[in-house]
């Protein structure tokens, strides 16, 4: 905001004074810090305490009308029957599946009849159809009816269907991993539900379970009964198939008559080999005294009876005492012819011994030969009769091997019957409860207080967060620092906003607001400031859009001026919505539009009001042509050949192209921007809109400014509402 000292003269050269934006206060922003975040609450404080409310007192209703919650703990560990362990590997766990047994406990018929057994089924927190409707439920109820052709049947009282997913949604049961203890949990409103729900938990648990074991053990022991009648049946068949082979085969099973068998073929086989040396012999004494042509000669290299060996002494004893007698006598000698003939005589003799033993060897190999046959005959039946009977004796063994296979299955089947009979008398599982659950003494969570403090800092933290985020997508103008880069703009002050009783007065009361006057004072400095140091003749005050206060700025400074004695035409240019004629209240039958349609005469439609004010009103809207396309024009020559000042309160520049004309025609344009509400893109297209060689240059001034929000912004321009001035200018908040 420009402040000048100068007195209001109309014609007071003070072109030195000139305003140059080049010499404008640098843009402060907001920069994220703590005063900068203190700031931002306190002027989105209304805003956050709003919605601090909105989302607390719903939180709090249903904090406030929640029953308090107990939870009861029970923790334990499921073993399997000692008994079934007993006997078996030490290393093997006697620890049932954790997990198994876990989701065992969630079953459904455990679940029916904890449901059935504790009545909760009678009791609204877990019976939907016992709970009274909602007013928001009553409605959806309504709602779907009138859509919905069927009509909709009140829930069952006795059906336990809903009350069975209430049951899960407040049973916990779970097991941690690495650890064999089962831990289960519920919570209810009433402490001793909470506790004895766990507890019959455990003990249906163990009946489902003795049942279920006692119904599998007797399904399998009915299935292992078939078994053994089946299998008897074919041990049976084993046996008797086994016993009939043997008689029908006539099989020797006793070890005495197959030791026999085998002694009698080894003796047989022993004879075989004696008569195959004996056949040997034979045949080399007769190949030997064959292939001699010597008896005697070929006799003496074999043995031979003791006839012919006493003959071959004889005979060497003779052929001895002939040497003896050669070597006496000569060979002529009696004695040695006589010896010579004994010789002769035992040498025929032994020839003849020789060749009767090699008939007599002949016969033995025959004999020899004959027999030999006979033992081979023997040996091959024996040899047949041994191979015949291990081929019966293997195919019997099989049999009997398939009779004790059938058998061991058999002992097998009656093991297994005598282990299902005992386990039939053992329990389904032993528990050891670690921890049962007791009676909640104190409600589950903080308490309400706690609840409530959360909900308010959380509501706050929302509508702080809103507040941050609403500030961040605020695009409209609050200060001269965001649209200081703005070119052919000038800057012409703040004017606070009026409240609603000084706003309604016909503003020509004695109604002193000091701050809004002198807002006015400056807007009037800065026209001067912009128009070389003197009041310009004609001044447009327009907006971007409608509900911006150009309507307000301009009859505001039409009093100033007129206060300050200087000659002033205030003229309602907005010719389809002008509104001034309200507060002038000037009686007058036509206006503006009558005379630029030509329907009146320029000395019909201006009012002279007590406080100096010429006011010429907008008239009634016509769609006629005008006649009149310099009326304006003309208004302004009258006004400055009288020495006024006119002022024309326009329509806004983006809704109408009059006022793009009236800007060219004017000697000033005052464009009006409301505070925190027009955008920063709306001012930069009006303002390119009004672009024209006589207005180089627009000034602009921020209306309906909040004095107070407008102190919590770190603008350069924001020290014009502190508090200091706030006490000097007596602003009450």
């Known amino acids: 905001m420009t402040i000048s000292t100068l007195p209001p003269e109309r014609n007071l050269p003070i072109s030195p004074m000139r305003y140059d934006p080049r010499f404008q206060v640098e843009t402060k922003a907001d920069n994220f810090d703590l005063a900068s975040v203190f700031r931002l609450v306190r002027r989105r404080m209304i805003m956050i305490t709003a919605v601090t409310v909105m989302l607390t ?6 904090i406030v009308g929640s029953k308090p919650t107990y939870q009861a703990w029970a923790r334990l560990i499921v073993h399997q029957p000692l008994a079934t362990s007993l006997g078996a590997d030490t290393s093997h766990s ?60 009140s829930p069952d009282q006795h059906n336990i269907e809903p009350v069975i997913p209430e049951y899960y949604r407040a049973l916990g049961v779970w097991n941690e991993d690495k650890s064999d203890v089962i831990q289960i949990s519920f919570t209810a409103t009433d402490p001793e539900l909470a506790a004895a729900v766990p507890n019959r938990l455990i003990s249906i648990y163990l009946d489902e379970r003795k049942y279920s074991s006692s119904g599998r053990l007797d399904s399998a022991q009915e ?24 008689e029908s085969m006539d099989v020797v099973s006793r070890e005495d008559a197959q030791e026999e068998r085998i002694k009698s073929i080894i003796e047989v086989t022993g004879r075989e080999g004696k008569i195959e040396e004996s056949r040997l012999e034979v045949k080399a004494t007769i190949s030997t005294l064959e292939g001699s ?4 000669v070929a006799a003496e290299n074999i043995a031979v009876p003791d006839n012919i060996a006493t003959k071959q002494r004889d005979l060497r004893a003779q052929e001895q005492d002939l040497a003896r007698l050669l070597q006496t006598y000569d060979g002529n000698a009696e004695a040695v012819v006589d010896m010579r003939g004994k010789i002769q005589e035992s040498r025929a003799d032994l020839d003849l011994a020789t060749k009767q033993y090699l008939q007599t060897m ?21 040899h047949e009769k041994r191979t015949r009977d291990a081929m019966v004796q293997t195919e019997l063994t099989r049999l009997q091997r398939i009779a004790e296979n059938e058998q061991t299955a058999l002992d097998k089947l009656e093991d297994q019957r005598r282990d299902l009979a ?19 003494l104190t409600p589950q969570g903080r308490g309400r207080l706690f609840y409530l403090v959360g909900a308010l800092l959380a509501a706050i933290s929302a509508a702080v967060t809103a507040a941050f985020v609403i500030e961040m997508w605020d695009r409209t103008v609050r200060s001269f620092d965001q649209i200081a880069g703005m070119a052919r703009m000038i800057p012409a002050g703040l004017i606070p906003s009026l409240s609603r009783w000084e ?5 020509f009361e004695h109604m002193p607001v000091p701050m809004f006057d002198e807002a006015i004072r400056s807007v009037v400095l800065s026209l001067k400031q912009s128009n070389g140091g003197k009041l310009p003749n004609s001044i447009v005050v327009t907006s971007a859009h409608s509900g911006e206060g150009k309507s307000l700025v301009a009859r505001s400074l039409a009093i100033e001026l007129a206060a300050a004695a200087i000659p002033v035409l205030l003229v309602d240019g907005d010719l389809r919505r002008g509104k001034l004629n309200s507060f002038f209240r000037s009686g007058l039958v036509h206006g503006l539009n009558e005379f630029l349609t030509g329907q009146a005469d320029i000395r019909d439609i201006i009012y002279r009001h007590p406080s100096g004010i010429d006011f010429i009103p907008s008239g009634k809207f016509s769609l006629q042509r005008r006649t009149r396309s310099n009326g304006l024009a003309e208004i302004i020559e009258m006004a400055g050949a009288a020495g006024q000042i006119v002022i024309f309160d326009s329509a806004p520049v983006l809704a109408s192209t009059d006022t793009v004309h009236l800007t060219a025609l004017a000697e000033r344009t005052l464009a009006v921007v409301r505070w925190g509400k027009t955008s920063r893109r709306a001012v930069e297209f009006s303002l390119q809109q009004m672009k024209s060689s006589r207005n180089s ?37």
């Open 362 to 382: 002949r016969a033995k190999l025959g004999a020899l030969d004959h027999e030999a046959k006979a033992i081979q005959s023997i040996l091959a039946e024996a």
């Open 503 to 507: 706003n309604s007065k016909t503003m």
């Open 697 to 733: 240059e627009i000034v602009v001034a921020i209306n309906n400014v909040n004095p107070k929000g407008h102190a919590l912004y770190n603008f350069s321009d924001s020290e014009l509402f502190s508090k200091s001035l706030m006490k000097y200018y007596r602003f009450k908040a």
């Open 293 to 296: 042509d010597n008896a005697s």
């Open 223 to 246: 299935w292992i009964r078939r078994r053994i009648t089946e299998q008897q049946v074919r041990a049976d068949i084993a046996r008797e198939a086994a016993r009939n082979y043997q």
């Open 57 to 62: 007192v719903p939180a709090a209703i249903m």
């Open 94 to 153: 006697d620890l049932l599946d954790a997990k198994s047994e876990t989701e065992r406990l969630q079953s459904r018929s455990i679940a029916e009849r904890v449901v059935r057994e504790l009545r909760l089924d009678v009791r609204p927190e877990f019976n939907p159809a016992l709970r009274k409707l909602s007013l928001i439920d009553r409605i959806r109820t309504k709602l779907r009816g009138l859509f919905d052709s069927e009509k909709p049947t």
């Open 422 to 440: 005992a386990k039939a008398m053992l329990p389904g599982a032993e528990l050891e409860v670690l921890s049962p659950a007791s009676v909640p």
